[in-house]
């Protein structure tokens, strides 16, 4: 039972009807959203959207222009950003140049008074989390990247903080070591029990390591769920289009019967088929979007397909594990359809201007208002 489904479960963060101005600009716009303890939640969305204000408004460096933020249900408007149990994770790091990576994760339990033993075990605990140990005495120009990123983290945790945010915390390392460094993460935030919140322009990363993902857009969240449910059930296609790769196809909708849907899409094409569980009225606009690994690709027309479409395709990229055809329908529009390359040159029988049949599953798209 996840904490987002449980209605009794008390969030660790409250956002409620939160609104912030800049001037007249309002950079968050009545914005509620939950986040729960020990989760590991992203903020996703084009740059502008206000990932950035979110986590600064989160750590206090930010001032509420309306509504309320909550922390273990108190308010924490006019608390100070060093009475928050929460601390921030730049994409620059900040390490101090002259100090070394103890005295780097020390830092803050020292300005805070800690005794000597405190600080000791706590940093020595730290070392060992992030696998430093070896590198205490050295000074971040002394380490690379990766290890300047987990000095970072460590600094980050050291006060135990409930919660952490992380603004694009990959974002100096290159792709190899990014995606090693991703699970990690993912390991340090289960094994500290940290909630963790991160700001990244990566879907990948956010799909990888995240328990839910918020999907932004111009202040508002568009959609909050589970990577698997984002992808498989994107609530608009604004989402579906920011998720991943698909297909839309705009249709008027016909009911059929329960959950059953004709598609008109253009004029002489026999409709398409899809299930929906979201009412659709007759001739209502709708966008069936369908992801490409859902689509087959065929040189004979398929049998019992309730949705087969003879095209012609334009190209092929060979992308190792998976090959994308573009092919273009009767009506110029083009769709993509992606195969594994599960045997050795896949689908070597089917080229470049060949006559194709793309074909899908009734329930293979979901079928979207807006
Ligand atoms: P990016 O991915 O590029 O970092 P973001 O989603 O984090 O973007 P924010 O930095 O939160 O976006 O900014 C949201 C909007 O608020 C932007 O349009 C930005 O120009 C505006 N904004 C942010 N800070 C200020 C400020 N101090 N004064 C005026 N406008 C601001």
Request: aromatic content about 8%.
């Amino acid at each position: 039972f996840a904490p987002w489904d449980d209605p009794d479960q008390q969030p660790l963060i409250r956002f409620q009807n939160v609104t912030k101005r800049f001037g007249e600009f309002v950079a968050i716009d009545d914005l509620t959203l939950d986040i729960f303890e020990r989760e590991f939640f992203a903020l996703l969305g084009p740059s502008g959207c206000g990932k950035t204000t979110m986590m600064r408004m989160l750590a206090g460096f930010e001032s509420i222009s309306e509504g309320r933020i909550e922390l273990s249900g108190k308010d924490i408007g006019h608390v100070p950003p060093n009475k928050r149990a929460v601390n921030m994770m730049f994409q620059s790091y900040a390490l101090f140049p002259h100090l070394s990576v103890w005295d780097n994760i020390a830092f803050g339990l020292r300005r805070d008074r800690k005794s000597k033993e405190e600080i000791d075990s706590r940093v020595t605990e730290m070392l060992k989390l992030t696998r430093l140990e070896k590198f205490a005495r050295r000074k971040p120009h002394q380490i690379s990247g990766g290890q300047r990123q987990r000095v970072a983290l460590a600094r980050s945790l050291a006060k135990a903080p409930k919660l952490l945010l992380l603004d694009e915390p990959l974002g100096a390392l290159d792709k190899k070591l990014r995606q090693d460094t991703q699970f990690e993460l993912m390991d340090i935030q289960e094994s500290t029990g940290t909630t963790f919140v991160i700001v990244t322009h990566d879907q990948e990363e956010a799909m990888t390591v995240a328990s839910r993902v918020a999907v932004m857009d111009e202040g508002r969240v568009i959609q909050v769920a589970t990577p698997a449910n984002i992808y498989e059930y994107p609530n608009s296609v604004y989402v579906a289009d920011f998720i991943g790769d698909v297909n839309i196809i705009d249709a008027k909708a016909r009911p059929m019967g329960e959950n059953t849907y004709a598609l008109d899409w253009i004029d002489g094409q026999p409709p398409l088929r899809a299930e929906s569980k979201t009412g659709f009225s007759e001739g209502q606009q709708a966008h069936l979007a369908i992801r490409p690994e859902k689509i087959r690709i065929t040189k004979e027309k398929p049998e019992d397909a309730p949705n087969a479409l003879e095209g012609k395709v334009l190209d092929i990229a060979y992308l190792g594990n998976l090959s994308t055809y573009h092919v273009q329908l009767p009506g110029g529009q083009v769709i993509k359809a992606q195969t594994a390359n599960t045997r050795r040159i896949a689908r070597r029988d089917i080229t470049w201007e060949d006559p194709v049949w793309v074909s899908w599953s009734a329930t293979a798209g979901v079928l979207l208002e807006h």
